[in-house]
């Protein structure tokens, strides 16, 4: 079992930047995926990132590629995602998300196999 604690959103101007970090307590040595999330009162739960702890793989959502950039510390306790060139779009409560695997997989973007889940934060881009 992990525990997720996130921070770094906020309130920014259309072309702005911000850079939230979700930090992982793990009590296991289990392999991982992790992931943000966001969502906005009109849209459903999307996948913006993901990252396999284990293998060190990354996606991106197409809406976000060139933009966005996730990333990991050196000891794997620390997601970070990098958001440049900020848009209305962008605005939504942004969620850390993870689940362990034991057998290979594709983290993939279904919001039903993450079962660990941080607190969100909430990003608000204005124009």
């Known amino acids: 079992q992990v525990q997720l604690v996130e921070s770094g959103g906020g309130s920014v101007q259309a072309g702005g930047s911000l850079r939230l970090s979700c930090a992982a307590s793990k009590s296991s040595y289990s392999k991982y995926c992790m992931a943000w999330f966001r969502q906005a009162p009109t849209n459903g739960r999307e996948a913006v990132a993901t990252v396999d702890l284990d293998t060190g793989r990354t996606h991106l959502a197409d809406s976000v590629k060139g933009r966005f950039i996730i990333s990991l510390d050196n000891d794997r306790k620390t997601m970070f995602l990098e958001m440049s060139s900020l848009k209305p779009e962008d605005t939504g409560m942004y969620y850390c998300?993870?689940?362990?695997?034991?057998?290979?997989?594709?983290?993939?973007?279904?919001?039903?196999?993450?079962?660990?889940w941080g607190q969100g934060t909430q990003v608000t881009v204005s124009s």
């Open positions: 998300a993870a689940f362990a695997y034991y057998d290979p997989t594709i983290c993939g973007g279904t919001a039903g196999r993450y079962n660990i």
